[in-house]
């Protein structure tokens, strides 16, 4: 079974500043897809970044981008410029491409905004 | 498009209840989700659809959970009786497979379930 983890239950980075929040993942497939999702005290889930695992190029949206290592089964996510507003919960997530159509999700990583 | 909508926001309910979630798929999705989210589990897929039929329950905790969707507008998702331990948000998401996968789901706002 695929497993999605998050070994940083908590970040804090000062406003302006760059955070890197860390996931790895466990699976035997070859192609699959990860993603970002944030939840904001709202509790709304929203997605943040995608990465195919067939596309070696890092996906970037804005201020935000991935640092996508398929050997080393690394999906880290980069926050540049923090903003206020980009306090929230941060979850990783897959999806194979074939068969089960389930999300997995790792345990999340809460980031705070220090002004 | 009005997104996912979920109802109640919020219940909250007595031990032994029953308790009824109710979900709203974007328009033309034809995949539907329920996951439960606590803090010591995190997020747990329950069930899933595929045009309105149930794929996978494998995560359904107990036969006290129930999942259904009568058409392509609306699911629901059934504790009875309801305990203690059900307390959890529990969020509906939606997606359209034509779409293609990386598109990810699109959920709801949860319904934050407290049992007493």
């Given at each position: 079974?695929?497993?999605v983890?998050q070994?940083?239950?908590e970040?804090s980075?000062?406003e302006?500043?760059?955070v890197t ?7 035997s ?13 709202s509790?709304?889930m929203?997605l ?11 996906a970037?949206?804005n201020?935000?981008s991935v640092?996508?290592?398929k050997?080393?089964?690394?999906f ?5 410029d ?5 306090a929230?919960?941060?979850f990783?997530?897959?999806?194979r491409i ?5 999300l997995?999700?790792g345990?999340g990583t ?6 | 498009?009005?997104?996912?909508i ?7 309910t007595?031990m ?5 979630l109710?979900?709203k798929p974007?328009s033309g ?12 589990r995190g997020?747990?897929l329950l069930?899933?659809?595929n045009n ?10 107990e ?9 392509a507008?609306?699911s ?5 009786p309801?305990?203690?331990?059900d307390?959890?948000v ?16 699109t959920?709801g706002?949860?319904?934050?379930l407290?049992?007493?």
């Amino acid at each position: 079974a695929q497993t999605v983890t998050q070994s940083q239950p908590e970040m804090s980075v000062q406003e302006a500043e760059t955070v890197t929040l860390s996931c790895t993942y466990d699976t035997s497939e070859s192609d699959y897809y990860l993603f970002w999702y944030k939840q904001p005290p709202s509790r709304q889930m929203i997605l943040v970044i995608r990465q195919e695992a067939y596309k070696q190029q890092n996906a970037t949206e804005n201020r935000f981008s991935v640092n996508f290592q398929k050997a080393a089964k690394s999906f880290s996510l980069k926050i540049s410029d923090s903003q206020l507003g980009d306090a929230a919960m941060y979850f990783c997530a897959y999806r194979r491409i074939q068969g089960a159509q389930k999300l997995v999700f790792g345990q999340g990583t809460r980031l705070t905004i220090n002004p | 498009d009005a997104g996912v909508i979920q109802s109640p926001r919020h219940e909250v309910t007595e031990m032994g209840q029953e308790v009824t979630l109710r979900c709203k798929p974007i328009s033309g999705h034809d995949y539907l989700f329920w996951y439960r989210q606590t803090m010591m589990r995190g997020l747990e897929l329950l069930i899933y659809f595929n045009n309105n039929v149930p794929i996978d329950d494998s995560g359904m905790p107990e036969d006290r959970f129930s999942a259904k969707m009568p058409n392509a507008s609306f699911s629901t998702l059934k504790i009875q009786p309801s305990e203690p331990r059900d307390s959890a948000v529990y969020f509906c998401a939606s997606t359209l497979s034509s779409a293609g996968w990386s598109a990810g789901y699109t959920f709801g706002s949860g319904t934050r379930l407290t049992v007493v």
